[in-house]
């Protein structure tokens, strides 16, 4: 980089001189994670009672609701299943502050345990009689001890109550899936009791097609979330079975010039690598849409990111991005030719952010920065 004044100007101009680089292409990827999805639907008109968390693993087939005929039907089954829990959480919570006082008492009686030892070392070194304080030392061990067991039984208890409750509410929800219409899983996988009417469409990005004109922003809708004791019709969706085995991502490529590159595998830095197989592309006016399919053992929701990337590497005559300007025609460099100042048009080939190989350049041609 260099500065140069004309004769007939009356400025100073600061210019530099092209030169040959080896670059690593960058570009911008803004991608959204996306796995198989399958939509379950009710089997009947009723009123919905989930039997599963959002986002529990569930095998196919495996029962993760039941409709119920009517709301009454609902209402006393939540009902008997409320008592339960409080009954249980009310005689459990009982022998645990039994433990933690019964705690209390054997750390005081360690206390004194050990005020007591001490008097009776004192005695013994002394030569005095300690055969009353060794008593009371002697039934103080035993008191522990006693207390230690009564706190073991306590522990058992609980372990009996929670196993007993357990019980309880798996014969409610066998009594209830038995009397009414349950929902199966069509597929093992997550579940999520929400859907936006776009599964079909993010199934069909992921398996056949592909357009240029995807952008990561109409992938998904408006999600309706189903709760319990909602109103279902038949045929009605209720959610959807998330494959968590295998996980992809479409993404919006801003290219970083027009060189060809190898559509193979790319490494994106989100919080963990993730290295993604380029499986399908399309391009359109500087931007590609990928289909990719990310490798390993990989699950996340349906999250979105932003993030610079490696494509590969590129030789060649190169500038800096911020010389270069646009008009109507394309790509440009002013250039210091005779004395004055002339446009000359290029096409940017590949680099990163700050550099970038070019064509129609090379490293004898004078290219204006700026003018002081």
């Not at 433990?99 to 070392?121: A, F, H, V």
């Not at 070194?125 to 304080?133: Q, R």
């Not at 592909?210 to 969706?237: L, P, Q, R």
């Amino acid at each position: 980089m260099g500065f140069i004044q004309p004769k007939v100007w009356k400025y100073a101009i600061e210019i530099l001189k092209p030169r040959y680089l080896h670059l690593d292409r960058i570009v911008l990827i803004e991608g959204i994670i996306l796995h198989r999805e399958n939509i379950i639907k009710s089997p009947t008109d009723g009123i919905i009672l989930k039997l599963k968390e959002e986002e529990m693993r569930v095998a196919s087939g495996e029962i993760v609701g039941v409709i119920l005929p009517d709301m009454e039907t609902y209402k006393n089954y939540t009902e008997e299943l409320d008592n339960t829990l409080t009954t249980y959480k009310k005689m459990i919570k009982e022998r645990q502050d039994l433990i933690k006082q019964k705690g209390i008492e054997i750390e005081n009686m360690y206390k004194e345990l050990s005020q007591k030892s001490n008097i009776c070392s004192s005695l013994i070194a002394s030569k005095k009689d300690a055969s009353e304080i060794i008593k009371e030392l002697d039934q103080l061990n035993r008191k522990i001890t006693l207390i230690k067991k009564e706190i073991e039984k306590l522990k058992v208890e609980i372990n009996t109550l929670k196993e007993e409750e357990d019980k309880r509410i798996k014969d409610l929800k066998e009594k209830i899936i038995t009397m009414y219409t349950p929902i199966h899983a069509n597929t093992a996988g997550i579940i999520s009791f929400s859907s936006d009417s776009k599964e079909g469409f993010r199934n069909d990005i992921i398996g056949e097609q592909i357009s240029s004109s995807i952008s990561v922003n109409n992938i998904f809708g408006k999600f309706n979330t189903i709760s319990n004791g909602d109103a279902i019709k038949k045929e009605e969706a209720i959610g959807r079975i998330i494959d968590n085995l295998e996980s992809f991502a479409v993404c919006n490529v801003t290219l970083d010039g027009k060189a060809s590159f190898s559509h193979n595998k790319v490494e994106i830095k989100n919080g963990e690598n993730m290295v993604m197989d380029i499986i399908k592309w399309g391009s359109n006016e500087g931007k590609e849409t990928w289909i990719c399919k990310i490798i390993g053992n990989f699950y996340t929701k349906d999250v979105s990111f932003s993030k610079h990337a490696k494509i590969g590497e590129i030789e060649g005559i190169g500038i800096p991005r911020e010389v270069i300007s646009k008009d109507e025609r394309g790509y440009f460099v002013d250039i210091v030719e005779e004395d004055k100042i002339k446009r000359k048009y290029i096409e940017l080939l590949g680099g990163n952010q700050d550099w970038i190989v070019v064509s129609n350049v090379d490293e004898q041609t004078p290219v204006l920065v700026k003018i002081r």
